[in-house]
């Protein structure tokens, strides 16, 4: 959130949301965590619990690089954002 502060001047009310979400995710990461080291207690179990988070990141990424397209592609070309970053 430094940088919605610095570099875009977002105010404590506008950074309020990303920071609760943040720490939401945080929490509900170690839940799942939690919850994976009591039931997958098989390797494979363990194996299948990996499998369903990389099919998640997947969609995940699906998901954002269709935001992209739909909604910044026009405006922001990829060559741009990797020069930025």
Request: hydrophobic share 35%; with cysteine; aromatic share 10%.
């Amino acid at each position: 959130t430094p940088t919605l502060r610095d570099k875009y001047n977002f105010t404590d009310e506008e950074v309020e949301f990303f920071d609760l979400h943040i720490v939401s995710d945080e929490i509900h990461g170690e839940r799942g965590y939690q919850i994976v080291l009591e039931h997958a207690d098989t390797p494979e179990l363990q194996q299948r619990c990996l499998k369903i988070c990389e099919i998640g990141a997947q969609m995940r990424l699906l998901y954002t690089t269709a935001l992209y397209h739909d909604y910044v592609a026009q405006e922001i070309p990829l060559p741009e954002l990797e020069l930025a970053a």
